[in-house]
């Protein structure tokens, strides 16, 4: 049996690609924000429903700009959760900033909000929230802390492209959203992301961030770095942006059968969107728990003696990291220590066939 992975990267056409490719080697503008990247940026921003999109080459880059657009004094504290990739709380040390670490809310697993208070200081900065699994933090709450107590708000939305909250688009809460578009998401640039703000006085910062901080031959005016998205990746997104709804929709055909078939098993919770909010489709956890005869590790071992690559996301957690034992303040996180030992994303994507995804449910029944 291949081996299922627990994504694939949605491609287009070949034919289509290289037709869009094409017109790159005839003007040779490869990077520097050529037509194609204009073009994508100018429709992400109805995609997104958001005022401003700035491009980047990849998404860690884009938060670490978002980060330095905020303007942070130095060595101030930034709070986020463990429970995301590494590079959210990276970007905060590579900004000079401290993480400290919130627990998490355990349906959503995003940042609990009824816990950050706890941790401001008078060296708080700013909140650094991650929409995970596709789950959006609770924006209103975090947007009456940060009021409250004069912080900036940074959203990670690596998992929430298209995303919106009461129809309204979810780069468009906080002061700046970084999307990514690796290709494991659900719309990808191969590599890539973008920053997503509504201030539009921030564009002329990001670009200068982004470009090293040249204004033109002669003129440089800020110590920024490469952050520019090439024109062949800017060619992707254009032609991932014609298909990637069509991708939601057999995204979504899937959630309703592992929906219909795991939600009958004992010791598997399904986390379901909140209301008035749509779902991105980028991951699919299940949380396994007492009475489900086997633990998380074990099930997992199952899959992989099986060639079905599902995922520990996120385990270890960020504070389990030997870079940040000791060095990085944290408030209890006893719900991310359990959730860390109970997740499984299983394989999700579009062309998954009716066949694996059976297979995956008698797996999980113990059928198998």
């Known amino acids: 049996m291949d081996k299922i992975y ?48 700035s491009l980047f080459n990849n998404g860690t880059i884009a938060l670490l700009t978002a980060l330095k657009a905020m303007d942070l004094p130095f060595g101030s504290e930034v709070i986020t959760t463990p429970f995301t990739f590494a590079a959210t709380p990276h970007c ?30 008078p060296n708080t900065s700013a909140i650094l929230g991650v929409h995970v699994y596709g789950f959006p933090c609770d924006v209103e709450k975090i947007d009456k802390i940060a009021k409250k107590h004069n912080l900036k708000v940074i959203y990670d939305a690596a998992h929430t492209f298209s995303t919106e909250i009461d129809g309204q688009g979810i ?33 002329r910062r990001i670009y200068n961030l982004r470009n090293f901080g040249i204004q033109s031959e002669e003129v440089v005016e800020d110590i920024g770095i490469n952050g520019k998205m090439n024109e062949f990746q800017a060619a992707m997104g254009l032609e991932n942006l014609k298909i ?10 899937i959630k309703q059968y592992y929906d219909n078939n795991l939600s009958k098993i004992k010791g598997i919770r399904i986390p379901q ?52 034992k000791g060095s990085v303040i944290t408030g209890d996180l006893s ?3 359990e959730m860390k030992h ?22 999980l029944k113990g059928e198998l």
């Open 244 to 253: 990637f709804e069509k991708e939601k929709q057999n995204r979504a055909r």
């Open 6 to 53: 627990v994504t694939r990267p949605l491609l287009p056409d070949l034919d289509n690609y290289i037709s869009e490719v094409k017109d790159i080697f005839d003007s040779r503008w490869l990077t520097n924000m050529g037509v194609k990247h204009n073009e994508l940026e100018t429709k992400l921003k109805d995609v997104l429903k958001v005022p401003n999109v």
């Open 171 to 203: 780069g468009t809460f906080g002061d700046i959203t970084m999307f990514s578009f690796h290709a494991t998401k659900l719309f990808n640039t191969i590599e890539g992301g973008c920053l997503t703000y509504n201030d539009e006085n921030l564009k």
């Open 335 to 337: 719900v991310v220590n």
């Open 92 to 121: 905060i040390v590579w900004n000079n900033c401290k993480p400290v670490f919130c627990d998490i809310e355990p349906n959503t697993m995003t940042i609990d909000s009824d816990k950050i208070e706890s941790l401001i200081t």
């Open 273 to 324: 969107m909140p209301k008035d909010t749509t779902n991105s489709y980028q991951y699919y956890p299940i949380i396994i728990e007492k009475p489900y005869p086997l633990n998380r590790d074990e099930l997992y071992n199952v899959f992989k003696s099986k060639n079905i690559m599902v995922r520990k996301y996120f385990y270890p957690a960020c504070n389990d990291f030997e870079c940040y």
């Open 342 to 363: 109970k997740v499984l994303c299983l394989p999700y994507y579009g062309t998954l066939t009716q066949t694996d995804i059976e297979t995956i449910c008698e797996i």
